[in-house]
């Protein structure tokens, strides 16, 4: 007996209002973001360090830096700029699923054939600009708190303070061109992938539009590690960029020159990306896979109280 016609539309949708669907993306989106940067966020913070620096990476002296840290400064350092990544990631993650959704129904990917390449991508990609733009200081903050001892900016509200009276409003869209470039290539691919990859289950595995957990988060790790190879170099030139205090690094085309002049193409450009096929899988495998099992979880309750007030 062949398998019926697999969907990407969520037969719960027809059942709810538009306010609905989108409170439901928000909420599960936010709790999936927090989540997954929570779990990470030691070595998300070893990685920026690395970036911002002229020193080499290796995995040795990024456990080397954990260590140090640790023993140094204490256990939650190692979670040092990690309010600074929720008071980002949170409306962030919220934003950016939400706009993935919305961003599919304008496009109408779901209703071309389980959606073209081309429309699967472009939602992906302005769905991450759309978040990018909307949450970009806090993503600056969270790099400046990453980077620094506690003494320099004690808080969050600390490094707004003084990035706004040292460097002025102009420094919290510091490495903003880049960034952008960046994410249109991150979120493009990586929703890209993890929405190919669970067509690719529906029609040869499971045609049910909720794909098993464990399946989720592992589309959701191979869409991060392709995601995040592939705009990699621009997130170091970002991460330049955003911490820079001193005028080093003034613009997109300085800094690409600068780190390809001192420290070459694989040393500079891709410096700490190892630690990024660490984190990068378990961060959004984690995201991905939450976000669609809460979401779907808010929407069936939904639609069971809609049901129940009907009787």
């Known amino acids: 007996m062949g398998k019926s016609k697999s969907t990407n539309e969520d037969p719960k949708l027809k059942h709810l209002t538009n306010l609905e669907i989108v409170l439901s993306s928000l909420s599960a989106g936010a709790l999936a973001g927090a989540i997954a940067k929570t779990t990470i966020a030691p070595l998300d ?3 920026i360090n690395f970036q911002i620096s002229d020193k080499t990476y290796s995995t040795k002296k990024a456990f080397k830096f954990l260590l140090e840290t640790l023993r140094k400064q204490g256990f939650f350092a190692l979670w040092r ?6 008071a980002r990631i949170v409306p962030y993650s919220a934003i950016q699923f939400t706009a993935h959704e919305q961003w599919k129904r304008v496009l109408r ?35 400046r708190m990453a980077v620094t001892h506690k003494l320099e900016y004690a808080t969050l509200r600390e490094v707004f303070q003084k990035i706004y009276s040292l460097e002025g409003v102009s420094a919290f869209w510091r490495g903003f061109i880049p960034t952008m470039a960046g994410v249109s290539l991150y979120a493009g691919m990586s929703f890209f992938t993890y929405d190919t990859l669970k067509m690719l289950y529906r029609e040869h595995i499971n045609n049910a539009y909720m794909i098993h957990p464990m399946a989720s988060m592992l589309s959701g790790a191979i869409a991060g590690v392709l995601g995040q190879s592939t ?24 800094t690409i020159l600068y780190v390809y002049r001192t420290e070459g193409i694989r040393k500079g450009f891709y410096k700490g ?4 096929w660490i984190k990068g899988p378990i961060a959004v ?23 129940n007030s009907l009787v």
């Open 81 to 86: 700029g990690n309010s600074a990544t929720m």
């Open 273 to 276: 990306l190892t630690m990024n």
């Open 231 to 254: 705009s990699y170099p621009l997130d170091i030139v970002r991460r330049r960029m955003q911490t820079d205090t001193t005028g080093k690094y003034p613009n997109m085309h300085q």
């Open 109 to 143: 990917v779901d209703q071309h054939n389980n959606g073209s390449h081309q429309r699967r991508f472009f939602a992906g990609s302005l769905a991450g600009m759309t978040s990018q733009a909307m949450t970009y200081p806090f993503d600056l903050a969270r790099a």
């Open 45 to 47: 913070r070893t990685k």
């Open 285 to 307: 495998g984690i995201s991905y896979s939450t976000y669609d099992n809460i979401r779907d979880m808010i929407r069936t309750s939904l639609v069971k109280i809609r049901r």
